[in-house]
């Protein structure tokens, strides 16, 4: 969509897109206990372009079960079901998932 716009003055200005849709991109249905990893996401808007530059916080529905630090790191602590909500703008999405007991191999 372009703005041509008298008041926009120099040439075509395009509009950004209205964020779409959150996807997670490195979670399973299940997690085990001890397991650590950052977290990824993409933002997509409504023309289904990438939009890098939006930032996407996290949280979790349950920290005992399964934290999310300020910069994305998850990390499983006990046996449980949690949610994650991944926030990015004015949009969420949520995803459902199991954490396992993770049975050390001797």
Known sequence: IRDRSPSR???DVYKRQALKK???MNLTDELFTNTSF???SNVLDEANQLRSEVEVS????NPKVLDINTIGIL???RPGKVTITAN??????DFN???KKNIPID
């Not at 996290?58 to 529905?61: A, I």
Request: proline content about 0%.
């Open 22 to 24: 959150i996807v997670f």
């Open 75 to 77: 990390t499983a602590y």
């Open 9 to 11: 003055g120099l040439g």
């Open 97 to 99: 998932l199991k954490i």
């Open 38 to 40: 950052e977290l990824k």
């Open 58 to 61: 996290y949280s979790s529905s």
């Open 88 to 93: 990015a703008g004015e949009i969420t999405q």
